[in-house]
């Protein structure tokens, strides 16, 4: 059909030849079936193979590690050395502690599961003095616990933590009286004195005053022992009228001051006092001397005995901070 022959069509003539190219490619129910039939067979495919897809990539990532992953080597390191401070002279891995001609300890290395570890064992006395194990009777007493002695005790005047050396509680500072292993509190309120007498080779030389449980009666620190810098203490507890008793080491770790070397090692041993106890402080250098692992352990003295609170802490410290507790830090000292 040529130009001329277009420009001669009817309108209506151009409608019927539009239609009659359009109706042929109309869709009929039964395509719209055949349409969906396809879409519902390919979509039963896609679950398989994703989940295919996601197996193959995640076994590439297993074999990438693998191919990725260092080779073991034959190289065995050794642990260092572990120091385990043993605040006295009672455990099994122990050398012999410091006896009366004065010589320290000797650190010894022991096998364990976890490879070889260092004891340090601190100074210690041989006791002269043999240790309380179990804790003092009150006459009239019959429960257990730190206020069985309280119906007991005269009523407290003083104040709470008592002043130093008021071991009655009145609120004056009591008489007290050291001779050989004898120590004797004379109360201010009045009424008889109370005699201690300390174990068997034991000589009281130096006493300090110190409310260790803040109630407001002081407790007595007496120093009973010594052999060479190493110093030995005790302490002593305001039970009744007329009564005072040296407190059990239900711990187990001696109350001693001082320090003692073996050759690159030094250990050493103090204490300070306070209303919630006595600090104890355990140190072993085994660089000689420059810094000190040391072990702070609080000790409560109660009825029953002195009783450790807590956990130790344990922190490495350098000479000139860790010496200076390696005494008996408990307020003013007397002969």
Same mark, same amino acid.
């Given at each position: 059909m040529n130009g001329s022959e277009q420009s001669q069509l009817s309108p209506q003539e151009l409608s019927r030849l539009l239609h009659a190219a359009v109706d042929p490619v109309r869709p009929s129910p039964e395509g719209y079936q055949r349409i969906q039939a396809g879409i519902e067979r390919r979509g039963r495919w896609r679950v398989p193979l994703y =989940?295919?897809?996601?197996?193959?990539l995640a076994g590439l990532v297993v074999l990438s590690v693998l191919l990725l992953r260092p080779a073991p080597s034959s190289q065995v390191v050794e642990p260092a050395n572990r120091v385990s401070l043993v605040p006295g002279g009672t455990t099994v891995r122990s050398s012999p502690s410091v006896g009366s001609s004065g010589t320290a300890a000797t650190p010894r290395v022991t096998s364990g599961p976890d490879g070889p570890s260092q004891t340090a064992t601190l100074?210690?006395?041989?006791?002269?003095?043999s240790p309380l194990t179990t804790?003092?009777? $009150?006459?009239?007493? $019959?429960?257990?616990?730190?206020?069985?002695?309280?119906?007991?005790?005269?009523?407290?005047?003083?104040?709470?933590?008592?002043i130093p050396g008021d071991v009655d509680g009145d609120g004056k500072a009591d008489t007290v009286r050291l001779s050989g292993a004898v120590v004797e509190v004379t109360p201010s309120r009045g009424g008889a004195p109370a005699r201690v007498v300390l174990p068997d080779g034991a000589t009281a030389s130096r006493w300090s005053g110190f409310d260790l449980d803040g109630d407001g009666f002081s407790e007595l620190v007496v120093q009973i022992g010594s052999s060479?810098?190493?110093?030995?203490? =005790?302490?002593?507890?305001?039970?009744?009228?007329?009564q005072v008793s040296m407190l059990a080491d239900a711990a187990e770790q001696p109350v001693? $001051?001082?320090?003692?070397?073996?050759?690159?090692?030094? $250990?050493?041993a103090g204490f300070s006092c306070s209303t919630n106890g006595l600090r104890l402080v355990a140190g072993v250098s085994t660089d000689g001397g420059a810094n000190y692992d040391v072990t702070t352990t609080t000790i409560a003295a109660t009825i029953d005995g002195l009783t450790k609170v807590?956990?130790?802490?344990?922190?490495?410290?350098?000479?000139?901070?860790?010496?200076?507790?390696?005494?008996?830090?408990?307020?003013?000292?007397?002969?």
């Open positions: =989940a295919a897809g996601g197996a193959v100074p210690v006395l041989t006791p002269p003095i804790r003092p009777v $009150t006459p009239g007493s $019959t429960g257990t616990g730190p206020d069985e002695n309280s119906p007991t005790r005269p009523p407290l005047l003083g104040d709470r933590p008592a060479g810098d190493v110093k030995q203490f =005790a302490v002593l507890r305001f039970m009744a009228a007329g001693i $001051t001082g320090t003692a070397s073996t050759g690159s090692t030094t $250990t050493g807590g956990t130790p802490s344990r922190s490495t410290v350098p000479a000139a901070t860790a010496t200076t507790s390696f005494d008996a830090l408990c307020g003013t000292w007397n002969p």
